[in-house]
C-alpha cells in the first residue's frame, strides 16, 4: 500500500530564527504586546480583590505589584507595550475595510479604542501626579476622590469591565483553535468571572472603609494631605493635561476615520477592478480591499478559520489569471505558505493578505461550507490545528493473490476480519483507528494525550496486532492456503488534523511528514523483510533503550537524508520491550 499526502513543514533551507522571524506579523506582535498588558491587568485586579480582606491588604499588595511592575526591565517592556499596543490598535481602526465579520471583533475593536479615554484621569492623577510633583497617591487617595465625585467609581467600575472584556476576547481568539482549548475553557471562563468580579467587590469594600475612616481628624490629616493629594495648582495643572489629552486622542480618533474616508475616495478614484470566482461569479470593488474583504462585502461565501488573521491557511485560492501583476507576498504570508508546502508556488495565496490592483481570476481551494468562520463554535476539535501525532501504517500482505483465487465477498469477509484484528489492537493501546485504504489501515496515537505516551501506545498496538493476527490466522486455518501477513510503519511528528473532504463527504485525518513517512516505512517493510519499521523518533521518546532493536539508517522517497530506524522482523518480540511500567502509564 502507498499514499501520497501533502507535506507540511519549514521551507528548504529555512533556519528555526529564519522560519520564526517569517512567522512574526503585526499580529502577533499585537499579540505579544496584549499579553503584557492582560499580565499587569491580571496582577492589578488580584491587588483590588484584596480590598475584600482589608485597606491595609490592598495597601501591602500594592507596594508588591508597584515593586514588581516599576522595576527594570520589567518597566521598559511594559511602557513598550502600552505604545505598540495602542498604536496598532489605532492602525487596526485604519486598516479594517469590513466590519461585517463577526460582532465580537468590532466590539473588541471599540473596547480596546475606550480604554485610553476611560483610565486618562486616573493614570494622569496616579503616575503623571508622582512622576511631575512628587504627590504620593494610593488607594485611600483615590477611593477619596471617588468619594467626593461619584461619578468616577462609575467611571472605573466601568473601565475594569471593558478593559477585562477586552483581554478575554483577545485570549479567546488566540486559543481558540489550540488543540487544549476545549480542555480548559470551562476552566478560564470561570477566572474570566471570578476575577472582575473579586476585584469589583474590593473595589467596594475598600470604598467604604474610607469612607468610615473619614471621621477620624487624625486619618485625614495623615492621608489628605498636600503631600497625599497635590495642591490645588498641582491638582488644577493635573485636570488640565488630563483635558488636553482627552481632546488630543479624540481629535486622533477624528483624523483616523478621516484618514479611511478619503482612502475610500482614493480608492474609488483610482479605480475598480473585477474579482472573478472559479464557479462563474464576478463581483467588482476598489483596489485595496483583500480578497477576503471583498468576498464578504458582497456576501460570497469564503473559509477562514481564523478570521483573517492569517494564523491559518483555510481562505487560501489558487490563481488562475495573470499572477505578473500580483504584488508580492507578506513576510507573514510568506511564512503561512512555506508551512503547508506552497510557497514555490507562486499562484496560491491568502485571500486575507492579498490586496490586488487588477483584475483578478481564481478558485478557492478550501469550500466555505466546510471550513467556516465560525465552524470552531460547533466543531473545535475537527478545524485545522496543529501538533504531535505518531502514525501507523498498517497493510496487509498478499491481497492481491487472495482476491484472485476467491469470490469477492469471501475477499471482503477476510479483509474486513484483519481490518478488525488492527482496529482492537489500536483502540485497545489508546489509539484511533483513522483511514481504511483498501487493505490498510492508517491509525492515530496523541489525539488526547502527551507525545511520550502516544509513542508507547503505538509500540503497544503493533505488538497486539501481532497476536491479534495470529489469533485471526488460527481461527481461519482451515480456509487460508497460507497464514495472513502484515507490514507496519510508525512515526510521529507535528501534523495538522481537520476535515478533509466535500460537504458531506467529510474525513477526519492528519496531513503531514509523519503521515508521509509512516507510510513510506511501512512499505520498506517488504524490501527489508520484517513486520515493523520504528522510526528512531518514536523510540526514543517513548524510552525504549538504544540497543534493544536493530537500528539502520534507511533512504526515505521524498527527503534528502536518510533515516535512523528500528527494524522488527517479528512484532511480537515488542512484548519483552514494551515494558511493564510503559504499559501501566497507558
Not at 172 to 194: E, G
Not at 216 to 232: D, I, Y
Not at 449 to 459: E, G, H, V
Request: hydrophobic residues 45%; positive net charge; proline residues 5%.
Amino acid at each position: 500500500m502507498d499514499a501520497t499526502f501533502k507535506t507540511v513543514g519549514k521551507p528548504p533551507g529555512a533556519t528555526p530564527a529564519t522560519a520564526w522571524w517569517r512567522s512574526v506579523g503585526l499580529r502577533q506582535i499585537r499579540l505579544a504586546c496584549g499579553l503584557v498588558l492582560f499580565a499587569y491587568l491580571l496582577s492589578h485586579f488580584l491587588n483590588h480583590a484584596l480590598g475584600n480582606i482589608s485597606l491595609d491588604a490592598l495597601q501591602a499588595g500594592v507596594i508588591i505589584h508597584a515593586g514588581f511592575w516599576q522595576s527594570f526591565p520589567v518597566a521598559e517592556i511594559f511602557y513598550s507595550a502600552v505604545t505598540i499596543h495602542g498604536a496598532l490598535g489605532i492602525w487596526a481602526l485604519y486598516e479594517r475595510r469590513q466590519f461585517r465579520w463577526r460582532a465580537i471583533e468590532p466590539l473588541q475593536l471599540v473596547l480596546g479604542l475606550s480604554i485610553p479615554a476611560l483610565i486618562v484621569a486616573h493614570v494622569v492623577a496616579v503616575r503623571l501626579g508622582q512622576n511631575l510633583f512628587d504627590i504620593d497617591r494610593s488607594y485611600p487617595q483615590v477611593f477619596y476622590g471617588w468619594i467626593t465625585s461619584p461619578l468616577r467609581t462609575w467611571s472605573m467600575y466601568l473601565v475594569v469591565l471593558v478593559s477585562w472584556l477586552h483581554g478575554c476576547i483577545g485570549l479567546y481568539f488566540w486559543l481558540r483553535l489550540k488543540v487544549y482549548f476545549k480542555r480548559v475553557a470551562p476552566y478560564l471562563l470561570a477566572a474570566a468571572v471570578l476575577i472582575p468580579t473579586l476585584a469589583l467587590l474590593g473595589i467596594f469594600q475598600g470604598k467604604r472603609e474610607v469612607e468610615a475612616k473619614l471621621a477620624s481628624p487624625q486619618w485625614q490629616a495623615a492621608n489628605l494631605n498636600e503631600t497625599r493629594l497635590g495642591t490645588e495648582p498641582q491638582q488644577q495643572t493635573l485636570g488640565d493635561l488630563t483635558d488636553q489629552l482627552l481632546i488630543g486622542y479624540a481629535a486622533l480618533l477624528a483624523l483616523v476615520l478621516a484618514a479611511r474616508g478619503i482612502r475610500q475616495v482614493v480608492e474609488q478614484r483610482a479605480g475598480m477592478i473585477n474579482l472573478a470566482y472559479g464557479d462563474g461569479r464576478k463581483i467588482r470593488v476598489p483596489t485595496g480591499l483583500s480578497v477576503l474583504e471583498a468576498s464578504l462585502r458582497h456576501r460570497v461565501p469564503h473559509a477562514s478559520v481564523c478570521g483573517g488573521r492569517a494564523r491559518c491557511s483555510t481562505c487560501r485560492i489558487r490563481i488562475t489569471s495573470d499572477i505578473g501583476n500580483l504584488p508580492a507576498p507578506s513576510a507573514r504570508e510568506a511564512f503561512i505558505l512555506s508551512r503547508i508546502g506552497t510557497g514555490a508556488d507562486p499562484a496560491v495565496r491568502l485571500a486575507c493578505q492579498l490586496r490586488p490592483t487588477t483584475d483578478v481570476a481564481f478558485v478557492q481551494l478550501f469550500a466555505p461550507q466546510v471550513t467556516s468562520a465560525n465552524a470552531h463554535a460547533s466543531q473545535p476539535a475537527r478545524i485545522g490545528q496543529e501538533r504531535y501525532l505518531v502514525c501507523m501504517f498498517v497493510d496487509m500482505r498478499g491481497s492481491t493473490m487472495l482476491a484472485e483465487k476467491r469470490l469477492p465477498y469471501d475477499t471482503v469477509f477476510i479483509v474486513n476480519r484483519f481490518l478488525d484484528a488492527v482496529s482492537q489492537a489500536v483502540i485497545a493501546s489508546g489509539g484511533q483507528p483513522n483511514q481504511f485504504i483498501g487493505d490498510g489501515e492508517l491509525a492515530l496515537f496523541g489525539l488526547a494525550c502527551d507525545p511520550q505516551t502516544a509513542c508507547r501506545q503505538a509500540l503497544q498496538a503493533a505488538r497486539l496486532i501481532a497476536e491479534n493476527i495470529d489469533a485471526l490466522n488460527l481461527a481461519l486455518a482451515h480456509d487460508l492456503p497460507q497464514p495472513l501477513r502484515f507490514g507496519i510503519g510508525i512515526h510521529g511528528g507535528e501534523v495538522i488534523v481537520g476535515d478533509i473532504g466535500y460537504r458531506d463527504h467529510m474525513v477526519f485525518t492528519a496531513l503531514g511528514d509523519a503521515v508521509n513517512v509512516a507510510a513510506r516505512l511501512q512499505d520498506m517493510t517488504k524490501s527489508l523483510a520484517c513486520e515493523v519499521i520504528i522510526s528512531e523518533e518514536v523510540c526514543t521518546t517513548a524510552g525504549l533503550a538504544g540497543d534493544a532493536l536493530p537500528q539502520q539508517d534507511v533512504a526515505i522517497r521524498g527527503r534528502a537524508a536518510p533515516m535512523n530506524v528500528r527494524t522488527i522482523t517479528d512484532a511480537k518480540v515488542l512484548s519483552s520491550l514494551v515494558t511493564s511500567d510503559m504499559v501501566s502509564a497507558l
